[in-house]
């Protein structure tokens, strides 16, 4: 475990360097994007302080509510250039953005002079990559530019209804399949697992533990979603467009990459792997057809429903 451990943190600082290195060599191109940046960032940031604040309420630890603050402040910026980049590279690649990305960015988020041609990678058709590039990958979203017509709304409101469609059976079956799961294998928790579940005993801090818990869960879901999704998967998808299999190897490296960072939560370990793994890949093709906010939505209602279902199946 610990190698797997050292594995994912060293992987993790190399590709926040190489992000970082992009974002810097073009951020002449990438501040266009500040306002969507900024304002996801500073949204985590402030959920990352009302946590800290409120544990130290809980357990009058003031010294955990300083380092809480440190961290949160330290991973404003890394989460600012982690949206930049996402967000610039997830318009080149022509996916589907969420409409309140233009209100929220500088600039049309249509625009980038960086290109002098759009590229259009949802035109490789192969045996092996039809069925993700045609029937999971290619977006349906019609992002209206000019003037509502009939035709356009009429196709904007079927892709909502499929969005809301998705969103909901996605959260269902990932539920379904972790209660089916956890009943057949029996996992425990592990000594980390146990130190949080067994502390706070007394009824008015469980209750706030609660509350806690559904803010730190919600908060480390959007974060993992903007990170492995937004950022990783698009910027690798992106260095590997000249590659049939391209988008596939970046949403398989992505979700390899978040799930061996959930190593040492269960035991056995394998349990957990197999539980988030299928639903890493599910977000990686929901992200590439629906937008980053629907996988967002789904993984972080799936966390805070795994707070309520998994200690029916978890020993301790």
Do not use: C
């Not at 022509?94 to 259009?120: C, N, Q, T």
Request: glycine letters at 6%; zero cysteines.
């Amino acid at each position: 475990m610990v190698s797997i451990a050292l594995i994912y943190a060293v992987t993790t600082i190399v590709l926040g360097v190489i992000i970082i290195n992009s974002y810097v060599k073009n951020r002449h191109f990438s501040w266009r994007y500040s306002g969507v940046a900024f304002k996801y960032s500073l949204a985590l940031t402030l959920m990352s302080v009302v946590s800290s604040a409120w544990l130290m309420w809980i357990t009058e630890d003031g010294p955990a509510f300083v380092s809480g603050l440190i961290s949160a402040l330290l991973q404003w910026p890394l989460l600012y250039i982690y949206m930049s980049v996402g967000v610039r590279f997830s318009r080149k690649l022509e996916l589907p953005g969420a409409l309140f990305w233009k209100r929220l960015s500088r600039y049309p988020l249509s625009i980038d002079e960086e290109d002098k041609h759009v590229h259009r990678v949802h035109d490789i058709q192969t045996k092996s990559g039809q069925m993700i590039y045609t029937s999971s990958i290619k977006p349906e979203y019609i992002e209206i530019q000019s003037m509502h017509s009939e035709l356009t709304d009429s196709l904007n409101r079927k892709w909502w209804a499929k969005f809301d469609l998705i969103v909901i059976l996605s959260i269902i079956a990932a539920s379904v399949y972790t209660i089916v799961l956890f009943n057949l294998t029996q996992p425990k928790a592990s000594e980390m697992i146990k130190l949080v579940q067994q502390s706070n005993p007394e009824p008015a801090a469980g209750e706030m533990s609660a509350m806690l818990l559904i803010i730190i869960f919600a908060r480390l879901a959007i974060a993992e979603e903007l990170f492995f999704r937004l950022a990783v998967q698009t910027f690798l998808e992106w260095n590997l467009r000249g590659n049939k299999h391209g988008a596939f190897i970046a949403i398989l490296f992505s979700s390899v990459f978040w799930s061996l960072g959930h190593i040492g939560i269960l035991t056995p370990e394998w349990v957990k792997l197999a539980q988030i793994f299928p639903f890493g890949i599910a977000l990686g093709l929901i992200y590439r057809r629906y937008g980053i906010e629907a996988a967002i939505l789904i993984h972080v209602v799936f966390n805070i429903t795994m707070i309520f279902i998994t200690p029916g199946f978890i020993s301790l």
